[in-house]
């Protein structure tokens, strides 16, 4: 028997020839293919009388890259730096840094456009998004803890820690962060004001065509596809309700505690999001039991879930021995129990909130408070080219796969770089686990027109 996990070999530094993140130079392939690079760097203007050395516009897209192949900092560039024949003149962490410094907020509200042409391109191409059914988007604000107290815009959190509390706005047909806001640590979960200004940032990323008649002031007529946002308990505001139909949005928010005499007669069973029936858990609508909010919309919707108590349950909507409530404010037509499924459905931005965490937006490297707005827009535009690349690129798991396992899958794939006809050829390392995958992501990206 041999207990040794490794084998033993002499270690040498001056090894050429041979490369590793193979899979991060497909991401950076799809990304010149889009146009990406070239957008945004029509948006950001000459420092100086010179034009810079690297590009800026490049510079964020090899700053994406870092970031999906799990970069945390400014000095995490190097690791591509040193690989010039894959990825060509990549600037360095001071270049990089100096390059998030430069950005002022005028600068990073045009990044936001050039990513907004980008995404409706994507849209046009992808079967998720090319439907006439609504665009749902989800509004839910997280905590990044901070250990320092130097980083401007930061404050202590109502959990008794200290960093920012950021406000995101997400496509759940996509999983892209369309809209992202930092706000200090003690910002209020409930701002109406913060909601709204998400939401309308939001609506200015979705195609022209999905965003006619979405914001405010637009006349309802010249809505082309229906818009809905949902929100946890945080949204369930007279202002955010109200503005949501200003804008001619649909909106379904988690309720509040409250109080009713429950119905014996009009429970129907719950549904998963696969259609199966969900064990022990009924749906019912109660808007005639229960007065929505003072100074809310005409036409609101209480739909409610019960479940039967157990042990360790979160608070319930309205008291009760043997049942735990739930239930949503919503505008919308339709079943009930449909209502509830789609409303169960904003849990997904738990899991889009946990993938930029494992991203970069757990690291605000910069103490000035626009480097770190930009930051933390460069963060939600890495998360999505990668989503892009899921959707037009990949199939099977990978098309749905957290950050990990691109990572130890695709993004770091080691090969060998020759040369040969006068041109680079990567060979994948033999017997690589996903190298069809990287070849047919090649392909598709040479499709792309």
């Given amino acids: 028997m041999n207990g040794n996990s490794t084998r033993r070999v002499a270690i040498e530094a001056a090894g050429d020839g041979v490369v590793a993140h193979v899979g991060l130079h497909a991401l950076g392939a799809f990304a010149d293919r889009l146009g990406v690079g070239d957008a945004l760097s029509a948006r950001i203007p000459p420092a100086g009388e010179r034009l810079p050395l690297h590009d800026r516009g490049k510079v964020l897209v090899q700053a994406m890259l870092m970031l999906a192949g799990g970069g945390e900092s400014c000095a995490d560039i190097e690791a591509l730096r040193v690989q010039e024949r894959l990825f060509g003149p990549v600037p360095s962490d001071s270049t990089l840094y100096r390059t998030f410094r430069q950005i002022v907020p005028a600068t990073l509200a045009g990044l936001w456009d050039a990513m907004a042409e980008v995404r409706a391109q994507v849209w046009h191409r992808s079967s998720v998004t090319n439907t006439d059914g609504p665009v749902v988007l989800d509004i839910d604000a997280t905590l990044v803890e901070v250990h320092s107290e130097n980083k401007g815009g930061t404050a202590p959190t109502y959990k008794r820690g200290f960093g920012f509390h950021p ?54 007529e010249v809505v082309g596809r229906p818009v809905v946002v949902r929100a946890d308990s945080a949204g369930c505001t007279a202002g955010f309700v109200a503005g949501c139909r200003a804008r001619n949005i649909g909106f379904a928010v988690v309720a509040r505690s409250r109080t009713y005499t429950e119905p014996d007669n009009r429970w129907v069973p719950a549904r998963r999001q696969n259609g199966d029936v969900r064990d022990g858990a009924q749906v019912a609508e109660l808007t005639d039991l229960v007065d929505p909010p003072a100074d809310w919309p005409d036409g609101v919707r209480l739909i409610v879930r019960r479940e039967p108590l157990h042990p360790g349950a979160q608070h319930t909507l309205f008291p009760s021995a ?17 209502l509830d499924t789609s409303m169960r459905a904003h849990a997904h931005v738990e899991d889009h909130i946990r993938r930029l965490k494992d991203s970069g937006l757990c690291r605000f490297p910069f103490a000035d408070l626009d480097a770190n707005r930009t930051w933390l827009a460069v963060v939600c535009f890495a998360a999505d080219l990668v989503r892009w690349f899921q959707l037009l690129c990949l199939s099977g798991p990978l098309a749905r796969a957290e950050p990990k396992t691109l990572r130890w899958r695709l993004w770091h794939a080691p090969a060998r770089l020759v040369r040969h006809a006068r041109r680079d050829v990567v060979r994948i390392l033999e017997g690589w686990p996903d190298a069809a995958a990287i070849i047919a992501a090649h392909q598709r990206i040479a499709a792309l027109c």
């Avoid at 200004?197 to 637009?218: F, I, K, S, W, Y």
């Avoid at 949503?328 to 339709?334: K, L, S, V, Y």
């Fill in 322 to 338: 043997n049942y735990r409530y739930w239930g949503h404010w919503t505008d919308q037509h339709g079943d009930p129990a449909d």
């Fill in 167 to 220: 406000m995101l706005c997400f496509s759940d047909a996509t999983g892209e962060a369309l809209a992202a806001r930092l706000r200090p640590g003690n910002a209020a979960a409930n701002n109406a004001g913060d909601h709204l200004a998400v939401l309308d940032e939001a609506v200015a990323q979705l195609p022209a065509e999905v965003a006619a008649g979405h914001r405010p002031g637009d006349p309802a």
